[in-house]
């Protein structure tokens, strides 16, 4: 019996090279951002629009929101789901309100929706409060984790803002007072 023994080219082993560090870009992104990945980051690391078209095709990514995709690998859950969105409001969103609120340890329950402030306009989608904010000044985000989070004083100006006391006694029902003022 013969064998055929076919020798690499040095571009097919560029090439081949090329794939296997972009693959490990991605599972190094992925690991680090609960298997989400915005298509700005896929192109820094080396797909092509057409494989990311390829790979979405062939289901090893799954897209979330408009350039923005999960890892087929990766189970889902709520921490890819608020990192997706993060990555869909912009380089400046930040999980903010409830959302915000919960990961910062201020309210015990996950919120049904995931909000986010973005400086960006940015369209909401089901499951997805956007909130158009210019920043304030010193306002600047924090991190728990991975993930971008309104700074703890502007996430308690934002439950106040929506009737909710951060002691974490329910809804606030402000009732007038006497001449008309609310209490």
Request: proline share 9%.
């Amino acid at each position: 019996m013969t064998y055929v023994t076919y020798r690499q080219t040095p571009l097919a082993q560029s090439l081949a090279m090329s794939t296997t560090r972009r693959d490990r870009s991605l599972s190094d992104l992925s690991r680090r951002q609960f298997g989400a990945v915005a298509r700005h980051q896929l192109l820094e690391v080396g797909f092509s629009a057409t494989s990311i078209r390829r790979a979405v095709e062939r289901g090893g990514l799954i897209k979330v929101f408009p350039r923005v995709y999960r890892v087929d690998s990766v189970p889902v859950t709520r921490e890819q789901r608020q990192m997706c969105a993060t990555l869909f409001g912009g380089n400046q969103a930040a999980l903010c309100n409830s959302s915000a609120a919960q990961l910062l340890g201020f309210i015990p329950s996950h919120p049904s929706a995931i909000h986010i402030s973005s400086p960006r306009r940015v369209a909401p989608k089901p499951g997805l409060r956007v909130y158009h904010r210019l920043s304030l000044p010193g306002d600047f985000p924090t991190r728990v984790g991975p993930l971008p989070v309104t700074s703890p004083a502007r996430t308690l100006l934002d439950l106040c803002g929506q009737g909710h006391s951060p002691c974490g006694d329910g809804p606030r029902h402000r009732t007038p007072g006497p001449g008309g003022f609310v209490r």
